[in-house]
C-alpha cells in the first residue's frame, strides 16, 4: 500500500471493527498498517472480506496473522498454477524456441533463476527443486503485490543462436490467453534485469588479483 492509502485503510478497518463490535485506538490501526502496508489495498480489502465469509474464523475479529495467512493461501494457488504452465511449456514446447506467457511475473521469476534456456537444461531429477524455487519466488512477488520489470519474451536456443549470426528472429510460441501474451509481450522491458557475472571469470580475476598482490608483498620483502 502507498501513504495515499492511510484513509481508505483506516476506514476499511473501522467497518471490520464496528461489525465485529470492536473499537480500534489510533495506535492499533497503526499497527495493523505496519503489518500490513506492504501488501497492495485491494488485496487487503479482499483478504478481509474473506475471512468474514470463514466459518471457522470468521466470528472473530481479524488480526494481522490472518489477513496474511489468507493472502499466502491464495498466492500459493497462485504459484502453482504459473508453475504448471511453466512445466507444460518446457515439455511441449520446449527451450529451443522463444515464448511469451500470459502472466507478466512467469518472466520475470524465469529470467531471475537463469532464463529459458536454462529450464530445458535442468534435468528430471533437477525439477521438483526448480518448481519449489520458482514457486517460493513468485509467491513473493505476488506477496508483496508487486509488478517488477520483466523481459517481453523469453530467449530460446533457436532465436540466441540466430542474433550471433544475424538472422531474423522467429515469432515466438504464446503460451496461455493468447491475447493476454501478447499485451505482456508489448509490455516488457528490454532493459537488463539483473546484473550477472560468471562465476568462474570472477573466480579467476580474484585468483589474479591475489597472486598479484603476494607478488608485490614477497617484493617488497
Keep these: 500500500m502507498q ?17 465485529y463490535g470492536k473499537e480500534l485506538s489510533n495506535g492499533v490501526i497503526a499497527l495493523y498498517w505496519q ?11 479482499k483478504a478481509l472480506w474473506e475471512h468474514t465469509q470463514n466459518p471457522d474464523a470468521g466470528q472473530f475479529m481479524p488480526k494481522i496473522a490472518d489477513v496474511v495467512r489468507a493472502l499466502q493461501g491464495r498466492t500459493q494457488d497462485q504459484a502453482s498454477l504459473a ?5 507444460a511449456a518446457v515439455r511441449r514446447v520446449g527451450s529451443y524456441a522463444d515464448v ?8 520475470r ?18 525439477w521438483p527443486f526448480v518448481a519449489q524455487r520458482f514457486e517460493t519466488i513468485y509467491r513473493g512477488y505476488r506477496l508483496r503485490a508487486e509488478s517488477p520489470e520483466y523481459p517481453p519474451l523469453l530467449t530460446g536456443l533457436a532465436n540466441a543462436q540466430n542474433a ?6 522467429q515469432p515466438p510460441t504464446l ?10 509481450q508489448a509490455a516488457g522491458s528490454a532493459q537488463p ?4 557475472h560468471r562465476a568462474g571469470a570472477m573466480a579467476r580475476a580474484a585468483a589474479l588479483a591475489l597472486t598479484s598482490t603476494n607478488h608485490r608483498q614477497q617484493e617488497a620483502a
Excluded: C
Excluded at 83 to 87: H, L, S
Excluded at 116 to 126: H, L, N, P, R, Y
Design 164 to 169: 550471433l549470426e544475424g538472422h531474423a528472429a
Design 175 to 184: 503460451i496461455g490467453n493468447a491475447s493476454r501474451a501478447q499485451a505482456v
Design 193 to 196: 534485469l539483473i546484473s550477472m
Design 3 to 19: 501513504s495515499t492509502d492511510k484513509k481508505r485503510f483506516a476506514t476499511l478497518l473501522a467497518g471490520i471493527a464496528d461489525y
Design 35 to 45: 503489518g500490513l502496508q506492504h501488501i497492495d489495498i485491494e488485496a487487503v480489502e
Design 109 to 126: 521469476v524465469v529470467a531471475e533463476m537463469g532464463g529459458w534456456i536454462w529450464f530445458g537444461k535442468q534435468t528430471d531429477k533437477e
Design 100 to 107: 511469451v506467457f500470459d502472466d507478466p511475473l512467469i518472466h
Design 83 to 87: 508453475w504448471a504452465k511453466v512445466d
